[in-house]
DNA sequence: GTTCGATAGTAGGATACCCAACTAAATTGG
DNA sequence: CCAATTTAGTTGGGTATCCTACTATCGAAC
């Protein structure tokens, strides 16, 4: 029995536990703690920007869409499109442009050459929210201030290995 | 399986051109790449880790507390020391062990010395699912064989460091 | 030009997660 | 010994995501 100890922090790397009785009963754990940890990294970089973007009413998901709107050199840009580069459900997206238009930041704009089409688009107030949200987050370093520069371009490139694996681009 | 909505691969990193473009409107984009890095690579590992328990019935989370019950040397767990274990929210764990139980695979028993406390144990079935279970992903090498074993080992001790800064565990 | 398959977006249902608030039970302190 | 606090677990509300299925529209083949 492990002691009940008031711990939000634990005194031991869980995952580290974990693996190393998971190897006792199935084998060598290298794997499935990268998978563990994975999934925990991000559980916690996510409650922290989500944290950051409360503020704003945003979470990190409904920001990316209005970075992807920031970009578009094009302006709006139709939904199926966002989708695509943000790599999420056609529904996801509806979601989160109900919720981004019900703030008004974005604005849904028919398409007069494809009726079937819509394009969101930015409205000035979602120009300016996405500028002070993009401020705010870059104040805490977007939450991966515990590398160094360097280690978070290997860290980067790493998971670019584990992308591209999973089919995330070709080439 | 990836499945939802990737059938489409882009032919480019959809990342690293969000990089490229953000740089250009607010500045260094590295720490933004890492973070957006992290949460793509959770939902593409994640999806293929679910994919693979789907013929059990099983998500990763509900594995992952099958795991843990695996591990455990005194059989049972109370529910508040398995969410402190697996870091989730009490209510997830409540949510998680409803449908193991509904599924048969553990047992809510009630603890006589503490009225308040619930244990889980696994039941028979449910120590044979959790060996096939575990027998698939490391079939798929859960989903990190997109790196070699040192590089699986380089990156999650980067992660680590993520996770230490954030406040994952002391020490 | 009409039919048929593909495409864009949405609706409804499911899962999973968190938070806040609640019930019940144990523990602590005066 | 009883009131106040703490702890364990659950319920209800909100968000995000995915899936299946549907509508509307476009485009192409016959």
Not at 56 to 73: D, N, P
Not at 103 to 131: C, H, M, W, Y
């Amino acid at each position: 029995m492990v002691s009940s100890m008031p711990e939000k922090q634990l005194p031991f790397d869980p995952i580290e536990r974990a693996g190393e009785l998971w190897e006792e009963h199935f084998g060598d754990a290298t794997a499935m703690r990268l998978a563990t940890s994975v999934m925990r990294v991000q559980q916690l970089m996510l409650a922290s920007l989500d944290g950051a973007l409360k503020p704003f009413g945003l979470t990190f998901a409904r920001y990316e869409v209005l970075v992807l709107l920031t970009f578009s050199r094009s302006g709006p840009l139709p939904l199926s499109k966002i989708g695509e580069r943000l790599m999420v459900h056609p529904t996801s997206i509806t979601n989160a442009i109900d919720r981004l238009e019900a703030q008004g930041l974005v604005e849904r704009i028919p398409d007069p050459n494809d009726r079937r089409r819509t394009f969101a688009a930015l409205t000035s107030e979602g120009k300016r929210i996405v500028t002070s949200a993009t401020h705010a987050l870059t104040e805490i370093d977007f939450s991966v201030d515990g590398l160094a520069m360097d280690d978070q371009e290997s860290a980067y490139q790493l998971l670019r290995s584990l992308r591209r694996a999973a089919g995330d681009f070709t080439d």
